[in-house]
């Protein structure tokens, strides 16, 4: 462990995030974005000061430098990745087109139908009256709900089979 408070604060918000609600998903993620940066932030500094004279240490403090270098460069790549990764899942929730809406709405029989389509006018199904329709923004938030909650239904399932070694218990 390079910064021990810091990545204890990293673990806690990832473990919130994998707890994470519908409802609170979105903030939590930022949440956690944001403590990723911090702590990435760190190990960069930490990086840039651990550029001792290696001619004026004996054999085995190169070896310990070394070491350290890997382990904080290994910590960067890691945040990196998780950072990544968690921007793109708070973009997934975010950023719905009216066409994803439609692909949600049909791949989850969203109200029992399977055939909604997007028009100029809203979101319905096909051949429905107008008291089905819904304007593109209330499809979009519609999707967003119902892909946050699916996440949050695979994450479950997911947590399910690898309680046992699950580190936020």
């Not at 409802?23 to 949440?31: F, P, V």
């Not at 403590?35 to 085995?60: C, N, P, V």
């Not at 791949?107 to 028009?119: A, C, F, I, S």
């Amino acid at each position: 462990m390079v910064y021990p408070e810091l990545e204890e604060k990293v673990q806690h918000t990832r473990c919130a995030l994998k707890g994470a609600t519908s409802e609170n998903i979105i903030e939590l993620c930022k949440q956690y974005l944001a403590q990723l940066a911090e702590y990435r932030s760190q190990l960069y500094k930490f990086q840039g000061t651990s550029g001792i004279d290696q001619r004026s240490l004996s054999f085995s403090s190169r070896e310990d430098v070394s070491d350290t270098r890997k382990v904080v460069r290994a910590a960067i790549e890691n945040t990196t990745q998780e950072r990544n990764r968690t921007e793109m899942l708070l973009l997934s929730f975010t950023t719905v087109s009216g066409y994803e809406a439609v692909e949600i709405f049909n791949r989850q029989k969203y109200k029992g139908h399977v055939d909604w389509e997007l028009g100029a006018s809203g979101v319905k199904p096909s051949g429905s009256s107008g008291r089905d329709l819904m304007t593109i923004q209330q499809a979009v938030e519609a999707a967003s709900l119902l892909r946050r909650e699916e996440h949050i239904a695979q994450n479950a399932a997911q947590a399910f089979k690898r309680a046992p070694a699950d580190d936020c218990a």
